[in-house]
């Protein structure tokens, strides 16, 4: 009926619609019934036409009472939407509820009510201040006075004397050939390599040096570049690395620290070498044909090897002489300086080593 189709989310079916569906219907049967008529008997014939005419006068009695039915239907159109909305708000009713139960059971099954500030409120209404407030509130906020200069130099005097002590108790190796103690710090410097300074945290002999600052002397005198031969982000790379060197407790500290910025130093003075031999490579004597230079081999930190006087004739050869400079660097001690090995080689002349 009209619920049902209103139910099921349909519209009203025009009753346009039924009509015409009914007659063409009736029309239909009427066809079918003609066509068998024929073929049956007399008696079969008159209750097949008994039977068609008292089935399509009740269908045509419902459409008649459907008819005048509709003449009324906008009173049953409102009683039919009021039914539904009353429907839809029971629904939401019930859906509601049922989200309200699930809340107080899953969510709010450990709430509670807060504690209230009644110690806060009493200091507050009593005495018009609130003092429990965390120390850490005023540390934050309250900056903390500063020191006089009479306490400054006090203090730097002091951390001085500790510095002192703690280097007649160090060992330092023979390399530092330049210790300045200024105000608060000892400068160790060795020289054409590095500079650093050192500070203590306070009088404990057992913590660590603390590294404040590491200066590369090397240089590049034939290098017109204003900008500095260690990159920013290798000096920090090496304090922090010099830093944790101090840190080791199984080894001296400041010798720690010497070694490993001396075979820095020493890697960086022979990269500076090589780029010096790249420039060299092309330059020739004069108007001849000779090289001056040639890069043979380079290994980053370890050796370089170039060719030099390519061409010349060299005593008592028949073919032209080659000389041959290695320079390598050796492994340094705690107490002994690196050497820089040049082995010098001659074909068909002699055959050398010079140390620098």
């Known amino acids: 009926g009209l619920v049902y189709a209103m139910e099921e989310g349909q519209n009203v079916v025009p009753l346009t619609l039924l009509i015409d569906y009914l007659v063409q219907k009736t029309y239909h049967d ?8 024929p073929r049956k008997s007399d008696a079969e014939r008159k209750t097949s036409i008994y039977q068609f005419s008292n089935r399509t006068q009740l269908q045509f009695i419902r459409l008649l009472a459907l008819v005048k039915w509709a003449c009324k239907a906008s009173r049953v159109d409102k009683c039919t939407e009021i039914i539904m909305f009353l429907d839809k708000q029971a629904a939401l009713f019930v859906e509601t509820a049922d989200s309200l139960f699930t809340i107080s059971k899953e969510r709010l099954s450990n709430a509670s009510f807060p504690v209230f500030g009644l110690q806060s409120a009493v200091d507050v209404l009593v005495t018009g201040t609130y003092s429990r407030l965390p120390l850490c509130i005023k540390d934050k906020i309250i900056l903390s006075p500063t020191l006089s200069d009479k306490e400054k130099t006090d203090t730097l005097n002091k951390l001085t004397s500790l510095i002192e002590q703690r280097l007649v108790l160090s060992k330092i190796p023979i ?24 500070t203590v945290p306070n009088d404990d002999f057992k913590n660590p040096w603390r590294l404040l600052s590491f200066d590369v002397l090397v240089q590049n005198p034939k290098d017109d570049d204003p900008r500095p031969v260690v990159h920013l982000q290798q000096k920090t790379y090496l304090t922090e690395l010099l830093q944790s060197r ?31 031999a790249l420039k060299m490579k092309n330059v020739t004597w004069n108007t001849s044909r000779i090289k001056i230079l040639q890069v043979v081999d380079y290994i980053e930190g370890d050796r370089l090897t170039v060719r030099y006087w390519s061409g010349v004739m060299a005593v008592g050869s028949t073919p032209p002489g080659i000389a041959i400079l290695v320079i390598y660097l050796r492994e340094a001690t705690l107490w002994t300086p690196s050497r820089s090995t040049i082995d010098l080689t001659f074909p068909g002349y002699r055959e050398g080593t010079l140390s620098n």
Do not use: M, W
């Open 175 to 198: 390399k530092y050939k330049n210790i300045e103690i200024e105000q608060g710090f000892v400068k160790l410097t060795v020289p054409h390599e590095f500079t650093v300074r050192l």
């Open 246 to 276: 101090l840190f080791d407790p199984d080894q001296e500290p400041l010798e720690n620290l010497c070694v490993v910025a001396h075979q820095f130093c020493l890697s960086l003075q022979l990269e500076i070498l090589y780029q010096q």
């Open 30 to 37: 009427l066809i079918v019934l003609s066509e068998l008529l």
